[in-house]
């Protein structure tokens, strides 16, 4: 399979808990995207990377978010100290060209 | 005001049916236009991608932008039951851009 993966698929975790998330994208691809959608929401952007440069933040990314891509390949999203309102599925697509291509996403669910 | 606005419907349609998708933006900066298809607890899923203005087309789906009105449509001929599904619009001011979605639109096709 040749497209976005995405782990875990699902996540439940406990309030206060850190979780991360690992994306790795089409081989090709040099952009790479966090998004985060909640139920009957499009999905909002969090962050990019070009290669392995963080280009871009959205204020939604509070302090307790944070994203790497060290290698300039797979990337990691950490949020620490979760509350029930991080609860929402989170989104990774890369790029080459103007098309995005998504993974399948990480639920996450905070008790 | 959002920078895209999208009707979330639900959208309900009998089988072999025209379906009529629309969304509104408003920044004319928007260079490249996005349908996305999303099924339930999946990641979306590209279907057809425009730049500037124009009509595309692919099977029975079929991407109209028009710049001047900054609005853009996705048309679905005879549609299935298997295209039941939320259809998200995106854009992006250039090439590797942050997309920006729509809500959403709730489409169901019945048999």
């Known amino acids: 399979d040749t497209g976005v993966s995405q782990n875990p698929r699902h996540k439940i975790t406990k309030r206060g808990q850190n979780v991360t998330f690992r994306c790795d994208p089409i081989s090709e691809h040099n952009r790479l995207y966090w998004y985060r959608q909640t139920l009957g929401q499009g999905p909002e952007f969090l962050t990019y990377?070009?290669?392995?440069?963080?280009?871009?933040k959205s204020r939604l990314l509070s302090d307790r978010f944070s994203a790497e891509r060290p290698k300039g390949s797979f990337s990691t999203l950490e949020i620490q100290r979760t509350e029930q309102g991080d609860s929402a599925m989170y989104l990774c697509?890369?790029?080459?060209?103007?098309?995005?291509?998504f993974g399948q996403g990480t639920r996450l669910t905070v008790v | 005001q959002k920078e895209v606005e999208q009707d979330p419907g639900p959208l309900s349609v009998p089988e072999g049916a025209i379906v009529s998708l629309n969304c509104t933006y408003s920044n004319s900066a928007f260079q490249y236009f996005m349908w996305y298809r999303q099924y339930s607890r999946k990641g979306p899923e590209l279907l057809m991608y425009?730049?500037?203005?124009g009509n595309k087309e692919d099977g029975r789906f079929t991407a109209q932008v028009d710049k001047s009105s900054k609005y853009i449509s996705l048309f679905i001929r005879d549609s299935q039951p298997s295209d039941s599904a939320t259809y998200l619009c995106a854009m992006i001011y250039n090439q590797g851009g942050k997309l920006i979605f729509g809500q959403g639109t709730e489409l169901s096709v019945k048999p």
């Open positions: 990377f070009q290669n392995e440069a963080q280009l871009e």
């Open positions: 425009t730049y500037s203005s």
């Open positions: 697509a890369s790029s080459l060209k103007a098309e995005a291509f």
